[in-house]
Nanobody
Framework: QVKLVESGGGSVQAGGSLMLSCTTS????????VGWFRQAPGKQREGVAA???????VYADSVKGRVTISHDNAKGTVYLQMNNLQPEDTGMYYC?????????????????WGQGTQVTVSS
């Protein structure tokens, strides 16, 4: 059973930083993509960043230069380091995983999702 658990969310002031973690388990693919997504109230879910097991990465234009995705394959954990957070970064952050050898931030290419962790940025 594929399982993803997010952690690390919280409340910060604008300009602050957070590191989110996504702990994965239960899959047997040799190549896979893990993506981070966010959803603000009343808005559609949007892709933030993704990484594959070979370390190839992709970022949304809105976060380039402020966000870094990384992984620890031994721990089965993917991290999302977010710096210079702004109020528009507020939302529920989800991680997702599926088989693949290219990173993608298209939500419909993922079949397995975590429950999310809330990020709130105040001005």
């Amino acid at each position: 059973q594929v399982k993803l658990v997010e952690s690390g969310g919280g409340s910060v002031q604008a300009g602050g930083s957070l590191m989110l973690s996504c702990t994965t388990s239960g899959f047997i693919w040799s190549t896979y993509s893990v993506g981070w997504f966010r959803q603000a109230p009343g808005k559609q879910r949007e892709g933030v960043a993704a990484i594959v097991s070979t370390d190839m990465q992709v970022y949304a234009d809105s976060v380039k230069g402020r966000v870094t995705i990384s992984h620890d394959n031994a721990k089965g954990t993917v991290y999302l380091q977010m710096n210079n957070l702004q109020p528009e970064d507020t939302g529920m952050y989800y991680c997702a995983i599926d088989e693949g050898d290219l990173p993608t931030i298209k939500a419909d290419e993922y079949g397995y999702w975590g429950q999310g962790t809330q990020v709130t940025v105040s001005s």
